[in-house]
């Protein structure tokens, strides 16, 4: 996807020095994320936290539900209590991918105080400089909080009633996984780019959050939705922020339904790399055409 | 053959046109009214290989401008230019690779990390090899005495060590031209000299191309044979430091000494009186009347000491600005504000170029 990172001088070992030249960025990046260690250890526990509420939240719910007549457990949406608590476990691994804290309103900054001039003059790639410090930012994080991950897991390991999946449901999920990252990140990276425009895009950006907060299926799952709703919300680009990840690991996908639903995603990430280059290449433009 | 070429460079903005008030914000979030600055109005340059040019000029004079375009930070309007045979703002990674930028303080440098980390993506970045790194971030940091700040976070320098750390930035990848934006604005005099110290030595050993804006006349005075003055948009003078008197000074400063007691009323006849401190009297007097003034006064009055120099550079640049901006006011489609502002913008010039 992003190919020409760092149009590199080394005629030597074009690929190598293109390795080397990301690793250097990934490295800095981890470096720079480590500095504010205080801000950073809180930031990760922290994320933790809502989980005991919302696992409150959803006893409460299916409990004044009851049990159905035949003395089974309710199901809200084709989900029983147990399978809710473990959707909005695996949600938490899909944000935790797919959300990107400050990437649009820093990229937005960046165009307001000049900064962006930066990859006008050098010979480096703005969009690809950005996603691999967004990587950079990703590994810290899960460097660290893989251990509150793991133990939160273990906990609950009694929801995931149906055990791990099968090894190809898996893999899909992980690849959803990827793709729900960058997916976001393009996502992210085009509303920040607005900026070149409107030079303030935080409004934008509460607005997306908004709906993505509910639309992604963060919440709760969109099988929970009106179908008169639900339709047009599968259709969202925002479900594979976090809905679709939890629904393959889970296995709410039919498999014969995946490869499709896999490819449909992998067309939205297509979507969005276009949209964020056409964004940004029109964007230069009128940086160009304005001063700054 | 030249390395920097420009022929009739002209870049126009349209700027939001806000008046004062609560009532006019509110009109604007509806309809706005726009107008053409014209930042830069048909500029023509040559510069050699291995010259040291400085832009001079007023607040918004289009010093700035001009380098942005050259450094394809921004597209004309109009015109043509070519560095090092490029067009500036195809924005080709050969020509990247080979000029530098430094616009004061908007840093190249991660601000949370030390300097020297950033380094290392400069030399990955412009595909410095291993010796060619090690052997440049040397040279750079001894001759700028800041070998003991590589390892410690840039946010935590001050204003002129970071300031000579984002010139090692911009010098690693030895660039042939070197574009610097005010390299010493807001640094004290130690930092002032220190930094134009490193210019010179390093210009000449290089012979590499540097194009230099500044408010200061020091720092051209002390590195630049050759001074662009620029002033709404337009290229009003382009040779030497010295020459600039001679094309815009058209009178000399004579200092008479009166024998004691001899305090003439009457001295406005010979010239216009600068001040007086008895017995020394300072006169301005048109360039060609200098013998004939002068022998007046030699034959009416005793004196005993005669001395005849050119007005000080800062004051003619200062005047030859306030002649230049009282034009552009005269023209409707100039480049700053209002009237008042313009007068303000020269006088600050020559202000800053005092000191």
């Not at chain 2, 009166?258 to 048109?286: C, H, S, Y």
């Not at chain 2, 005793?302 to 230049?324: C, G, H, K, R, W």
Request: with cysteine; aromatic share 12%.
């Amino acid at each position: 996807m992003t190919a020409a990172t760092v149009n590199h001088a080394g005629p030597e070992h074009p690929i190598r020095n293109r390795l080397l030249t990301w690793w250097t960025i990934l490295r800095i990046a981890l470096e720079e994320r480590l500095v504010y260690r205080g801000d950073f250890a809180l930031g990760t526990l922290m994320r933790f936290l809502p989980i005991i509420t919302q696992i409150f939240l959803w006893y409460a719910v299916y409990d004044s539900i009851g049990r159905t007549a035949s003395g089974e457990s309710p199901e809200l949406g084709g989900y029983r209590f147990a399978d809710m608590v473990a959707y909005y476990l695996i949600t938490m691994i899909g944000r935790a991918f797919s959300s990107m804290p400050g990437l649009a309103s820093n990229v937005a900054l960046q165009i307001r105080e000049g900064e962006i001039k930066r990859y006008m003059i050098q010979p480096v790639d703005l969009i690809g400089f950005l996603l691999l410090t967004r990587i950079a930012h990703k590994l810290a994080y899960y460097t660290i909080a893989i251990f509150p991950f793991a133990f939160v897991f273990y906990l609950c390991r009694d929801y995931f009633t149906d055990g791990w999946p099968p090894a190809p449901q898996l893999i899909a999920f992980f690849a959803t996984l990827i793709m729900g990252f960058l997916i976001g990140f393009f996502l992210e990276a085009t509303i920040g780019m607005v900026g070149f425009w409107f030079l303030e895009v935080s409004s934008l950006l509460f607005i997306y959050m908004l709906f993505s907060f509910f639309l992604s299926g963060h919440m709760f799952p969109l099988t929970l939705l009106p179908d008169s709703i639900e339709w047009f919300v599968q259709l969202l680009p925002l479900k594979y922020l976090a809905y679709f990840p939890a629904a393959v690991f889970l296995g709410k996908i039919p498999p014969e339904e995946l490869p499709m639903e896999m490819a449909i995603q992998a067309g939205w990430l297509a979507f969005f790399i276009i949209t964020c280059r056409l964004t940004y290449a029109a964007g230069v433009r009128r940086y160009s055409g304005f001063g700054g | 053959m030249p390395i920097i070429e420009v022929e009739n460079l002209v870049k126009s903005y349209r700027v939001y046109k806000k008046r004062e008030g609560l009532g006019d914000s509110i009109r604007g979030l509806f309809r706005r009214e726009f107008r053409d600055v014209q930042a830069v109005r048909g500029i023509d340059l040559t510069v050699e290989q291995g010259e040291f040019v400085a832009f001079l000029g007023p607040n918004g004079a289009g010093k700035t401008t001009t380098l942005k375009l050259l450094s394809g930070v921004i597209n004309p309007t109009s015109g043509r230019a070519t560095v090092m045979g490029y067009v500036p703002w195809e924005r080709r990674n050969e020509y990247r690779r080979r000029f530098a930028l430094v616009m004061g303080q908007k840093n190249q440098l991660w601000w949370d990390l030390p300097a020297q980390e950033s380094y290392r993506l400069h030399q990955q970045i412009y595909g410095i090899s291993h010796d060619e790194f090690k052997r440049s971030l040397d040279e750079l940091t001894d001759l700028l005495g800041v070998r003991t700040l590589l390892g410690q976070p840039v946010r935590e320098l001050s204003l002129g060590e970071r300031m000579k750390m984002e010139l090692i930035a911009a010098l690693l990848h030895s660039p042939d031209v070197l574009f610097l934006d005010e390299p010493t604005i807001g640094l004290d005099v130690i930092a002032q000299h220190k930094i134009q110290t490193f210019l010179r030595y390093y210009q000449e050993k290089r012979q590499i191309t540097i194009l230099l804006t500044s408010h200061y006349m020091k720092d051209i005075a002390a590195l630049c044979r050759r001074v662009v003055i620029i002033a709404g948009g337009q290229i009003k003078y382009d040779g030497s430091l010295a020459g600039i008197v001679d094309r815009f000074s058209g009178s000399k400063i004579v200092t008479l000494q009166f024998a004691a007691g001899n305090q003439p009323a009457d001295l406005m006849r010979i010239g216009e009186v600068l001040d007086t401190n008895w017995p020394k009297v300072r006169l301005k007097i048109a360039r060609a009347d200098v013998p004939l003034r002068l022998a007046q006064a030699l034959s009416e009055y005793t004196i005993e000491d005669v001395s005849v120099e050119d007005p000080p550079l800062e004051n003619v640049i200062a005047d030859m600005f306030n002649q230049v901006e009282e034009e552009s006011a005269a023209a409707p489609e100039a480049a700053s504000g209002g009237a008042a502002t313009r007068k303000a913008n020269a006088e600050h010039a020559a202000k800053d170029l005092s000191r």
